[in-house]
């Protein structure tokens, strides 16, 4: 069972910055592409930003020009970089996978970014 382990959420000024990692108990090459989702408080889950094997990124035009993911293959890692974060920013943040072949997506568990005063 494929596992994705989030790590990075916390609290964090307007403007500041936050680093979310997702790690795979199995290689990252296995999947199609890997992202980032949030939900914030009653809104639909949202896509973020996502990176293919093959390395194409896409993101929110709302993080555009703020977020940038990256994978590290011989980590099995995704990364999102977060940067001049706004209160609107404040979600549950969630990694998935898209495996190879199958398409099936596995979700993290969620890690908590709150942009506060």
């Known amino acids: 069972q494929v596992q994705l382990v989030e790590s990075g959420g916390g609290l964090v000024q307007p403007g500041g910055s936050l680093r979310l990692s997702c790690t795979a108990n199995?290689?990252?090459?296995?999947?199609?592409?890997m992202g980032w989702y949030r939900q914030a408080p009653g809104k639909q889950r949202e896509l973020v930003a996502a990176?293919?094997?093959?390395?194409?990124?896409n993101y929110a035009d709302s993080v555009k020009g703020r977020f940038t993911i990256s994978r590290d293959n011989a980590k099995d890692t995704v990364s999102l970089q977060m940067t001049s974060l706004k209160p609107e920013d404040t979600a549950v943040y969630y990694c998935?996978?898209?495996?190879?072949?199958?398409?099936?997506?596995?979700w993290g568990q969620g890690t908590q970014v709150t942009v506060s005063t």
């Open positions: 998935n996978a898209e495996r190879r072949w199958t398409f099936y997506n596995y």
């Open positions: 199995e290689s990252i090459t296995n999947f199609n592409a």
């Open positions: 990176v293919t094997r093959s390395g194409n990124t």
